[in-house]
Nanobody
């Protein structure tokens, strides 16, 4: 059973930055793509970013391109999401997930393990 644990969420002002981390318990972490998703109150879960197994390929939602950066450290079984220039509309619960393959899928059905999520609140 794979466990994913997110950390780094919190309260930040508009224009600020946060760095989320997602630590995986499972040793084959490096063979799978990883993604970040978010869900705001009353809205569907949406794709934010994904990184391929080796970190060489990334994909972003249009709403976060140029502001967010996804990366991974396979030696630490950890994936990161650096979030800069935060906006109020970025407020959501952010969850990491493990893809079913080594690439960068965008659909939730293409991920099989999920973390519990961490709250990010951007205040004005």
């Amino acid at each position: 059973q794979v466990q994913l644990v997110e950390s780094g969420g919190g309260l930040v002002q508009v224009g600020g930055s946060l760095r989320l981390s997602c630590a995986a318990s499972e040793g084959t972490f490096s063979t799978y793509g990883m993604g970040w998703f978010r869900q705001a109150p009353g809205k569907e879960r949406e794709f934010v970013a994904a990184v391929s197994w080796g970190g060489g390929s990334t994909r972003y939602a249009d709403s976060v391109k140029g502001r967010f950066t996804i990366s991974r450290d396979n030696a630490k079984n950890t994936v990161y999401l650096q979030m800069n220039s935060l906006k109020s509309e970025d407020t959501a619960v952010y969850s990491c997930a493990r893809a079913r393959n080594p690439t960068t899928p965008v659909l939730t059905s293409q991920y099989d393990y999920w973390g519990q999520g961490t709250q990010v609140t951007v205040s004005s």
